[in-house]
């Protein structure tokens, strides 16, 4: 095998031959993938199907905490998993660039397989593109998933059935992942201590479906962060949505280069942060829910929804003031994922 990559990966003859079999089937092998047929053959039993896809052109390539390639998988796992669906299977996409170095390659594809293995899920098919260099950066991926969708949650990702009353919920600390890549984009000297908190959400959400809890609303905290989240819920409402500032945790470290830098943490992408919307009654038998696995250990109720304020979000502060949440404008750090 090549140190790099060549203009003849991407040619579909022997070099492509030899980097799918040696490569990508060898890490992500099972046994749809090893047929290596045109298409994937899949067999689903379900009368709804959740279908995502996701690019991922993350720079730095590799950041304290994952890589592209966990990110590529834990983006789409977790777009399929906020919808209410269990994951099943992922196609996975490369555009790389000539030259790019195959050792590399692989530690982002073994990166990769074992983020799909935690997740329980299966990449089954997937492409090889090789440009010239200079007409990309390294290597971008594209992720595509299949998901089931049981009848009982099919409005979670529509948010339809949000009530005032409810309860917002958040898995953990913010801002980790947008400072982890912003520290490791400028080699900061403490960096180290900023972990992105990238992961396959699927396994925690299960966990909370099958307690039959009412869940009214999830979506994952990415790029916007929480704020554009609770945006999105409150968008042309008849009710407003209020959070606690006290309650937003956030890592010691990830608040001191925020104030450094001057970023505020609730726009800050997050990449295994889940904003659920739970109806009082079942608050806090999610919340017990989520403090009992290592991804949600951090959890807290952080606000609820509310007959004031109309369309908006409100933050009651730790002063005791008030703030409007608007959506991010314009891209506050541009390929963080």
Same mark, same amino acid.
């Given at each position: 095998?090549?140190?790099?990559?060549?203009?003849?990966?991407?040619?579909?003859?022997?070099?492509?031959?030899?980097?799918?079999?040696?490569?990508?089937?060898?890490?992500?092998?099972?046994?749809?993938?090893?047929?290596?047929?045109?298409?994937?053959?899949?067999?689903?039993?379900?009368?709804?199907?959740?279908?995502?896809?996701?690019?991922?052109?993350?720079?730095?390539?590799?950041?304290?905490?994952? !890589?592209?390639?966990?990110?590529?998988?834990?983006?789409? +796992?977790? !777009?399929?998993?906020?919808?209410? &669906?269990? /994951?099943?299977?992922?196609?996975?996409?490369?555009?790389?660039?000539?030259?790019?170095?195959?050792?590399?390659?692989?530690?982002?594809?073994?990166?990769?397989?074992?983020?799909?293995?935690?997740?329980?899920?299966?990449?089954? @098919?997937?492409?090889?593109?090789?440009?010239?260099?200079?007409?990309?950066?390294?290597?971008?991926?594209?992720?595509?998933?299949?998901?089931?969708?049981?009848?009982?949650? $099919?409005?979670?990702?529509?948010?339809?059935?949000?009530?005032?009353?409810?309860?917002?919920?958040?898995?953990?600390?913010?801002?980790?992942?947008?400072?982890?890549?912003?520290? @490791?984009?400028? !080699?900061?000297?403490?960096?180290?201590?900023?972990?992105?908190?990238? &992961?396959?959400?699927?396994?925690?959400? $299960? *966990?909370?479906?099958?307690?039959?809890?009412?869940?009214?609303?999830?979506?994952?905290?990415?790029?916007?962060?929480?704020?554009?989240?609770?945006?999105?819920?409150?968008?042309? $409402?008849?009710?407003?949505?209020?959070?606690?500032?006290?309650?937003? %945790?956030?890592?010691?470290?990830?608040?001191?280069?925020?104030?450094?830098?001057?970023?505020? /943490?609730?726009?800050?992408?997050?990449?295994?942060?889940?904003?659920?919307?739970?109806?009082?009654?079942?608050?806090?038998?999610?919340?017990?829910?989520?403090? *009992?696995?290592?991804?949600?250990? %951090?959890?807290?109720?952080?606000?609820?929804? +509310? !007959?004031?304020?109309?369309? *908006?979000?409100?933050?009651?502060?730790?002063?005791?003031?008030?703030?409007?949440?608007?959506?991010? %404008?314009?891209?506050?750090?541009?390929?963080?994922?």
């Amino acid at each position: 095998m090549n140190e790099n990559i060549l203009l003849g990966h991407g040619s579909g003859g022997k070099l492509t031959h030899n980097l799918i079999s040696n490569l990508f089937v060898k890490h992500f092998s099972n046994p749809i993938l090893e047929k290596q047929t045109d298409s994937a053959i899949l067999e689903i039993n379900a009368n709804n199907i959740s279908f995502t896809t996701d690019s991922f052109v993350v720079d730095p390539l590799f950041f304290n905490g994952g !890589d592209i390639g966990k990110l590529a998988v834990a983006g789409t +796992v977790n !777009d399929l998993a906020v919808s209410g &669906a269990e /994951p099943l299977f992922l196609s996975a996409s490369f555009i790389i660039e000539e030259g790019f170095s195959f050792s590399e390659l692989e530690k982002i594809v073994k990166s990769m397989a074992e983020e799909a293995k935690k997740a329980n899920i299966k990449i089954v @098919t997937g492409d090889t593109k090789v440009v010239d260099r200079g007409k990309c950066d390294k290597v971008f991926i594209n992720t595509s998933g299949i998901g089931i969708l049981s009848e009982k949650n $099919k409005e979670i990702s529509s948010g339809e059935k949000i009530e005032i009353g409810d309860k917002i919920i958040i898995n953990g600390t913010i801002g980790d992942h947008g400072m982890a890549i912003m520290a @490791t984009r400028n !080699d900061m000297n403490f960096s180290s201590n900023i972990k992105s908190d990238c &992961a396959s959400l699927n396994q925690l959400i $299960k *966990k909370v479906i099958d307690s039959g809890a009412d869940i009214k609303f999830m979506r994952d905290a990415t790029r916007g962060g929480l704020s554009t989240v609770l945006c999105e819920i409150v968008e042309n $409402k008849s009710y407003g949505i209020e959070i606690n500032e006290d309650d937003l %945790a956030v890592n010691e470290n990830v608040r001191g280069i925020c104030e450094l830098l001057g970023f505020d /943490p609730v726009y800050v992408a997050n990449e295994g942060k889940v904003v659920m919307v739970v109806s009082n009654k079942d608050s806090e038998k999610v919340l017990a829910i989520l403090k *009992k696995d290592e991804l949600g250990k %951090a959890s807290s109720i952080i606000g609820e929804v +509310v !007959d004031e304020h109309h369309g *908006k979000g409100w933050i009651n502060t730790e002063i005791g003031g008030k703030r409007i949440i608007d959506m991010l %404008a314009g891209e506050q750090l541009p390929r963080i994922c």
